[in-house]
């Protein structure tokens, strides 16, 4: 499995051998397969567009938060968890497109990450407690409706609540 | 009473390998020490170490903007890598990292038949059980799952790649000089709660590199998360996966490919 070496072959797609096999490299296949084994990103994300301030500010406050030092609030507060700040990661991706400002990011005592809008008129708060494990609230501000909901991997329920938000930013 | 459908099944598949995995909350104390402890449960079985780099963490989820990866990197680069644990016969193998535990089957040219999904589950889910034993004795916590995933590859050797629709329902292409074939249809997995997972059907041209052989590899998985955390909640996932693995190899291979392939129950 160490052997591996790549080439080039006609149609111009970049083949690796690894074995006895060469795959495509720019193949979507399971990734925990051996066939597509290729040492995997060394990141702890993946970069696609890397280019806004908003996406900066989010990076610097998660680069912080995932530092954090034992004790940090005083008791045995750690760090906030790669999984869950990944995670994070991943709903704000999917359903913030910069219409709304970014989310303050609060860290809680236990290694989870509170996600927080303030405006808008609205109160929204997503504390991601591990990865497919949300508890979403949102407080209307004007009509002092409160929503509270537990999300899993679907997002669609606070993609809504964003589209609000940005509808009156 | 209806009866359960039966599967179709296969005398002799184009398998060449099968994977069954779980990703899990990490212990907050878990260290490179403990993948020490974790192969002291499997070495008998597996021997062989190998390091390799870690996988990155992956779940499958639903609305918003669709299928991008998030767009930004953070935090320092992993410190801790992923553990191969191999048989001595190398067909099968252990990856395990602090939020990783998968176990693959390969086929190795000496062996003889695959050994059964069942089979295979019941090595998968003994071990995720002496894991969660591990973790609970270790860390004082229960092994959390968050996603699971079965995957399935058949390698089907071919003259040329024009003669994919042989063995599999694909536009006819025999009057074509194919030169390369891409194929995927990704399959959104629901219950009465929402998506909780995705079916990915894929299959691709490849070259062997020893006999330098035309091939399809023809690779389908079900990604995505169990009904519940704890190991007793996936068993229904996987079966559930083997199951729409099965009825979706099938559907898609073609007639003659079941007569080649030895399908007992047409």
């Known amino acids: ?169 | 009473m209806p009866l359960e459908k039966k599967l179709p099944d296969y005398a002799d598949p184009p398998l060449d390998e099968v994977v069954l995995g779980v990703q899990f909350s990490p212990p907050n104390n878990y260290t490179s020490v403990h993948a020490c402890g974790i192969w002291e449960l499997f070495r008998s079985e597996f021997p062989i170490v190998e390091e390799v780099p870690p996988l990155d963490s992956q779940v499958e989820t639903f609305g918003g903007t669709p299928g991008q990866e998030p767009s930004f990197t953070f935090g320092p680069p992993p410190v801790r890598g992923r553990m191969w644990f191999i048989s001595a016969d190398r067909s099968h193998l252990i990856q395990f990292q602090e939020n990783r535990f998968l176990l693959n089957w390969r086929r190795r040219p000496a062996e003889g038949n695959y050994p059964r999904f069942a089979g295979i589950w019941s090595s998968f889910s003994t071990k995720l059980e002496a894991i969660a034993s591990y973790f609970q004795q270790e860390f004082s916590t229960a092994l959390k799952i968050n996603q699971a995933e079965i995957t399935y590859v058949n390698l089907i050797e071919v003259e040329e790649f024009a003669q994919a629709d042989k063995w599999i329902r694909l536009p006819e292409s025999r009057n074509v000089d194919v030169e390369s074939v891409n194929y995927k249809v990704v399959e959104i997995l629901s219950s009465a709660g929402g998506p909780y997972g995705r079916f990915f059907n894929e299959i691709q041209s490849v070259l062997t590199k020893e006999r330098k052989k035309k091939a399809l590899r023809w690779s389908l998985t079900f990604r995505g998360k169990p009904g519940g955390k704890f190991i007793s909640d996936c068993q229904q996932f996987f079966d559930d996966g083997h199951s729409r693995i099965v009825s979706r190899f099938d559907e898609f291979s073609t007639k003659h490919a079941h007569e080649m392939w030895g399908k007992n129950n047409e």
């Open chain 1, 1 to 169: 499995m160490s052997n591996r070496t790549a080439s080039r072959i006609p149609d111009g797609s970049v083949f690796a051998a690894d074995g006895d096999r060469i795959f495509q490299k720019n193949s979507n296949e399971s990734v925990v397969s051996l066939w597509g084994h290729q040492g995997y990103s060394l990141q702890r994300n993946l970069v696609v567009h890397d280019d806004s301030a908003w996406s900066a500010q989010l990076r610097e406050k998660l680069n912080a938060l995932t530092a954090l030092p034992i004790g940090w609030d005083g008791y045995h507060g750690v760090p906030v968890s790669f999984d869950c700040a990944r995670f994070a990661v991943r709903i704000l991706d999917a359903i913030c497109d910069g219409a709304v400002p970014a989310p303050s990011l609060v860290p809680g005592s236990d290694g989870t990450l509170q996600i927080e809008w303030h405006c808008c008129g609205f109160d929204v708060e997503l504390d991601v407690l591990d990865v497919g494990q949300v508890d979403a609230y949102r407080l209307n501000r004007g009509t002092g409706e409160e929503e509270e909901i537990e999300l899993g991997v679907d997002f669609t329920q606070i993609s809504t609540w964003i589209e609000d938000m940005a509808a009156r930013s």
